[in-house]
T-cell receptor, first 113, second 112 residues
């Protein structure tokens, strides 16, 4: 069964901490995405990557960065966590091309206190 | 930029009633995808529509892509409690990055 694995299901961090969210996929997908999901706001794209070492900003990149050193791994970095970054973070991956669905991970619920 | 609007935001039905959610794009879409997210879960891909006017069925679910490829609908016949969740549409309108634009979703609750 194909899988997107996010390293933590729940995470509590302090304001100002540097936070790393890890995502690994085992499907040899070229595309990887980071979304945050908040009630009433749907899925908002933070960053995505279509190849190793490539990254593109999504709709809300401010306060975040990403790293893709290997094809299977896509990391989201909160440089200095703030309380307004408390959210559910979802990683997804897909094959490269317009006709492929996304496979999502189970999500990381991050609370910044 | 491209926008995908989804209505209604919420829908509560009695078990056995039908349910429909609608998706409208500000631009012509190359394809549209539908996802379901169960409470506490993550979005799961359901289906993709590509052709103008296309209709696809999955058991009690019927998906339709508009003739102008700017709108889509998901209809569930005789809802069951297992249909509870948020249904998202996501459209692709071209470009080399193959990035989908998601609607905000419709939360369906079913009263048994």
């Amino acid at each position: 069964d194909v899988k997107v694995t996010q390293s933590s299901r729940y995470l509590v961090k302090r304001t100002g901490e540097k936070v790393f969210l890890e995502c690994v996929q085992d499907m040899d997908h070229e595309n990887m995405f980071w979304y945050r999901q908040d009630p009433g706001l749907g899925l908002r794209l933070i960053y995505f990557s279509y190849d190793v070492k490539m990254k593109e900003k999504g709709d809300i990149p401010e306060g975040y960065s990403v790293s893709r050193e290997k094809k299977e791994r896509f990391s989201l970095i909160l440089e200095s966590a703030s309380t307004n970054q408390t959210s559910m973070y979802l990683c997804a991956s897909s094959l490269l091309g317009p006709n492929y669905g996304y496979t999502f991970g189970s999500g990381t619920r991050l609370t910044v206190v | 930029g491209q926008q995908v609007m989804q209505i209604p935001q919420y829908q509560h039905v009695q078990e056995g009633e039908d349910f429909t959610t609608y998706c409208n794009s500000s631009t012509t879409l190359s394809n549209i995808q539908w996802y379901k997210q169960r409470p506490g879960g993550h979005p799961v891909f359901l289906i993709q529509l590509v052709k103008s006017g296309e209709v696809k069925k999955q058991k009690r679910l019927t998906f339709q892509f508009g003739e102008a490829k700017k709108n889509s609908s998901l209809h569930i016949t005789a809802t069951q409690t297992t249909d509870v969740g948020t249904y998202f549409c996501a459209g692709y309108s071209g470009g080399s990055n193959y990035k989908l634009t998601f609607g905000k979703g419709t939360l369906l609750t079913v009263n048994p």
